[in-house]
Structure formats: C-alpha cells, structure tokens
C-alpha cells in the first residue's frame, strides 16, 4: 500500500468502499496468515480459514476541513485448528481506532519529526480546525464532504497524542536505531519513556511509509 497515496481522504474513501463490496459478495481472501489465538500458520495447513461472517465498523477519514463518517464492513474467519475466530483488518485500518492507518501516521510522523508541529497544529488543515460533521454525513458513493453539516466538534489534539502512542507499539523489532531519513525532533519529549514511545513511532511510521505494514495486528 502506498500510504503517500492512500492518506488522501478522497482516495481511502474508495478503498474503504470497495473492501466492503468485496466482503459484501463474499470474494475477499483473509490475509492473515498466523491464527492470532493458537498460532495456527495457516500455510502449513491443509484447511484454510473459514470465512464466518461480516463485522460492521465505521470509519473516520479526514477530507480536507471535515472528518467524514463512512459506513464499512470487515470479514471474519474462523481457525481449522481451534474453532475461533477473528476479524482481519485491512491495511488501512487498525484495530480499536476509527481513523484509518494511512493518516494516522502521516500526521503522526509529521509530528515526531517536525520540531516547528506540536499536537495542537497536528490536527489543524491550512492552519485552521477540522471539523467533525453531524447527521448521516457523507455517503460513501460520493466521497465529498461538502455536502456535510459541520458540528461544533473539533479534531482534538489529544487524537494525535494518542496515534503517536498505538504506532509506537507496533514498531518493528529489528528498528531499535531511528532510520536517517525520519531524524527525531528535539524537545518532543521530557521523559525517557515519551522518548521511547516517539521512537517507536517513528520507526512504525517509516515502516508504513516504505510500503510494509509493520504490525502483526491483534483480533
């Protein structure tokens, strides 16, 4: 997945769509390979996962000014070895978040990075507020959010304190030395521990950017 592409709303809008159609008529294939629960690797097996049926989530995706609301559904399978099942999430989702993964770590190593961002101007566009939209929002036919209502909420800051977080533990292993090419930003940190989790973000986050997923996602 190329997340410099996929972080445009208008463009996650329609992978979202098709992921749902997908499972909707039931030609998706699980991409998970391990069995989350009994560690079944699939690959050396002679019965594949089971598909089980369809989760609904929704997703926040951030187009332009707005954070539109848009309607998904997830497959689940069910493991040959121990009978139970998972959803498999795809790669521009991240479980037990409604933003996607592709924005959530360009704004996250946008901010890691940058030493002039903090949280506050990480979750502005042009230097003005995103809005969150009330009612039905957008219709994920029509990826536009011009249509939309806005509310009186706004994406908080808080939002990206905590994406720095969930990034962080999903790092790759073998990245413990910061890549060149996302150096860390001074003064992001005023513990050993924060300093740790921005690391953290910024080797998942150059993982992401390089087109690998780097997280073996839970179910």
Same mark, same amino acid.
Request: hydrophobic share 35%; proline share 8%; net charge positive.
């Given at each position: 997945?190329?997340?410099?592409?996929?972080?445009?709303?208008?463009?996650?809008?329609?992978?979202?769509?098709?992921?749902?159609?997908?499972?909707?008529?039931?030609?998706?294939?699980?991409?998970?390979?391990?069995?989350?629960?009994?560690?079944?690797?699939?690959?050396?097996?002679?019965?594949?996962?089971a598909?089980?049926?369809?989760?609904?989530?929704?997703?926040?995706v951030?187009?332009?000014?707005?954070?539109?609301?848009?309607?998904?559904?997830?497959?689940?399978?069910?493991?040959?070895?121990?009978?139970?099942?998972?959803?498999?999430? %795809? $790669?521009?989702?991240? =479980?037990h978040? +409604?933003?996607?993964?592709?924005?959530?770590a360009? &704004?996250?190593?946008?901010?890691? /990075?940058?030493?002039?961002?903090?949280?506050?101007?990480?979750?502005?566009?042009?230097?003005?507020?995103?809005?969150?939209?009330?009612?039905?929002?957008?219709?994920?036919?029509?990826?536009?959010?011009?249509?939309?209502?806005?509310?009186?909420?706004?994406?908080?800051?808080?939002?990206?304190?905590?994406?720095?977080?969930?990034?962080?533990?999903?790092?790759?292993?073998?990245?413990?030395? %910061? $890549?060149?090419?996302? =150096?860390l930003? +001074?003064r992001?940190?005023?513990?050993?521990?924060? &300093?740790?989790?921005?690391?953290? /973000?910024?080797?998942?986050?150059?993982?992401?950017?390089?087109?690998?997923?780097?997280?073996?996602?839970?179910?």
């Amino acid at each position: 997945m190329d997340i410099k592409t996929s972080a445009d709303g208008h463009v996650l809008i329609r992978l979202i769509d098709g992921h749902s159609e997908s499972v909707r008529r039931r030609t998706i294939t699980c991409t998970a390979t391990i069995c989350c629960h009994c560690g079944l690797n699939v690959a050396l097996s002679p019965t594949p996962f089971a598909f089980h049926g369809t989760r609904s989530r929704r997703f926040l995706v951030l187009v332009g000014s707005y954070v539109c609301k848009v309607p998904a559904l997830l497959a689940r399978w069910r493991c040959p070895h121990c009978g139970r099942t998972f959803t498999d999430y %795809p $790669p521009f989702s991240c =479980p037990h978040k +409604a933003y996607t993964l592709p924005q959530m770590a360009a &704004r996250a190593a946008t901010y890691v /990075c940058n030493k002039t961002i903090s949280y506050r101007k990480g979750v502005r566009m042009a230097n003005l507020p995103i809005f969150y939209t009330q009612g039905p929002g957008v219709k994920s036919a029509q990826p536009s959010c011009t249509d939309a209502i806005p509310s009186l909420s706004t994406l908080a800051h808080t939002s990206l304190f905590r994406w720095v977080t969930t990034l962080s533990r999903h790092a790759p292993r073998r990245s413990e030395t %910061p $890549p060149a090419d996302l =150096p860390l930003a +001074a003064r992001k940190y005023a513990s050993e521990q924060r &300093r740790s989790i921005l690391i953290g /973000c910024r080797a998942a986050c150059s993982a992401l950017l390089s087109g690998h997923v780097p997280v073996s996602l839970p179910c």
